[in-house]
């Protein structure tokens, strides 16, 4: 394997991953850069990004700059001498003299199949909109939105049962698996970034706790799979008379009337089109439940209108 010098580039626990098999391959990690501390929990106290507290814990430099667009950061990312940098949702657009700076530019691990979901949420889009697989493509990074040239791409299946988290595991574990096989062909000239399709572009855009509440007008199987896709978060919410109710999962059922309408005494509501029977909820400050054990404390009889 050919030792790399390399600058790790990410914030959330999707990118810790990839740092770890970066280190386990032995490559020499000069710099980690992650987002600042921000404020977490009651007290809102300052708190790292899962990237920045395990870089730490590996003794590697950490940098959190809030702009990679001065001169100064561009000249102190510059001295690093790196090989390459590695980007996994850094959450930082970066700049020309950033891309140009390592000797083989700077990839990324973008958790979707090119150029199909291409921005900020594709685990999520690809589950509510239907998609059959996602994937991970590891890219040769340019100054657009996720649109360099392919390096390595590789799918997984999105099944009836995939939610956003368990899509979110498959993707981080793979995209640490697959960076490592993509900087040694980069490294050795053996593998070579290919032009993304110009058709099939999808955007995905940012999720917001806004369109996490229910829709009863949509269809059931629309609203099945925004359940999954926003599992944890934003996380699919109901209200009943000013209680907001978490919805954790659902399933089809048979059933129709004005959407919004409990059909029966097992949370089966009436949708758009078809029926949606919720199956986990989860009340302010308790944890998640059947609907079972929701209804044995809460009451939501036969036509309740849910909002």
């Known amino acids: 394997m050919t030792r790399l010098r390399l600058a790790f580039m ?15 391959a032995g490559h020499d990690i000069a710099a980690v850069y992650s987002q600042p501390p921000r404020p977490a929990g009651r007290g809102q106290k300052l708190t790292p990004s899962p990237v920045h ?37 850094y959450g930082l657009i970066l700049p020309k003299a950033i891309l140009d700076a390592p ?37 040769q990074m340019d100054e657009g939105l996720d649109t360099g040239p392919m390096l390595l791409r590789e799918t997984v299946p999105i099944t ?10 498959a993707l981080s574990a793979l995209g640490g698996r697959m960076i490592v096989t ?32 229910i829709d009863w007008t949509k269809p059931a199987v629309e609203l099945e799979r925004q359940i999954r896709a926003f599992d944890p978060w934003p996380g699919s919410f109901l209200l009943h008379q000013g209680e907001r109710l978490k919805v954790l999962a659902a399933e089809l059922a048979g059933g129709s009337g004005p959407p919004g309408t409990l059909l029966d005494d097992h949370l ?30 809460y009451a939501l009889p036969k036509g309740s209108l849910l909002g």
């Open 268 to 297: 089966t509501v009436a949708c758009g089109e078809a029926a949606l029977r919720l199956t986990r909820l989860q009340r302010p400050g308790k944890g998640a439940m059947t609907a079972e054990a929701l209804l044995r404390g």
């Open 160 to 169: 009836p049962q995939t939610t956003g988290q368990v899509l979110h595991d």
């Open 103 to 139: 000797r083989l530019g700077c990839v990324n691990i973008h958790a979707s199949l090119l150029p199909r979901w291409r921005g900020a949420a594709p685990i999520q889009r690809a589950i509510q909109a239907g998609d059959s697989e996602s994937g991970v493509t590891i890219m």
């Open 53 to 89: 507290a395990f870089a730490e814990a590996q003794g590697i430099a950490v940098h959190t700059p809030k702009t990679l667009r001065s001169p100064e950061a561009q000249a102190e990312f510059a001295a690093l001498g790196l090989d390459c940098a590695v980007v996994v949702a």
């Open 182 to 213: 993509a900087l040694e062909g980069l490294a050795d000239g053996t593998l070579s970034a290919t032009p993304q399709p110009e058709t099939g572009v999808t955007y995905a855009a940012k999720l917001s706790k806004e369109e996490a509440l």
């Open 10 to 24: 990410g914030t959330p626990d999707f990118s810790v991953p990839a740092l770890q098999a970066l280190i386990g």
